[in-house]
């Protein structure tokens, strides 16, 4: 995980940095409620795909020599080169994609079977989801 450090001069940052280094930090510490973050990730990777699954370009006919999931035309004698917007086979998916202004609306706290629950909903329920968290199971942390 990578925390911005703010304010203060260079070397105020650094000691800081250096001080919180190898320490356990909470979420409660890192989060507020109420706070809009950004989020930094990347997608799931499918590998190498061709244009048809990649971009959505429509099938050639069914008769067509040395296949039919390609594009028709790649582009114009001159300029003699493929322009970047032309649809190409190629990598799909493990791209590095940033969600900006996400809402931090609640930090709940490991043990507390009610962090879930709102005024509007009274019903005791913690973080976890019924059935756990797709692709990643219960939550058993802040």
């Not at 190898?22 to 990777?45: A, Q, R, W, Y």
């Not at 795909?49 to 582009?75: D, E, F, S």
Request: charged share 25%; with cysteine; glycine share 12%.
């Amino acid at each position: 995980m990578v925390i911005q450090v703010n304010g203060g001069e260079g070397a105020d940052k650094v000691t800081f940095a250096r001080s919180m280094l190898e320490k356990p930090i909470s979420v409660k510490e890192l989060f507020s409620e109420n706070e809009m973050i950004d989020i930094i990730g990347v997608t799931l990777g499918h590998g190498f795909k061709g244009v048809t699954y990649r971009w959505g370009t429509k099938q050639l006919p069914r008769k067509t020599h040395k296949g039919l999931r390609k594009v028709a035309c790649i582009g114009a004698w001159h300029p003699s080169k493929v322009c970047w917007s032309v649809p190409r086979a190629g990598q799909f998916g493990y791209h590095h994609r940033t969600e900006v202004n996400k809402k931090v609306y609640r930090v709940g706290t490991k043990g507390d079977a009610k962090s879930a629950s709102t005024p509007f909903d009274l019903t005791d329920k913690a973080t976890t989801p019924m059935g756990g968290v797709l692709h990643y199971g219960q939550v058993n942390e802040d």
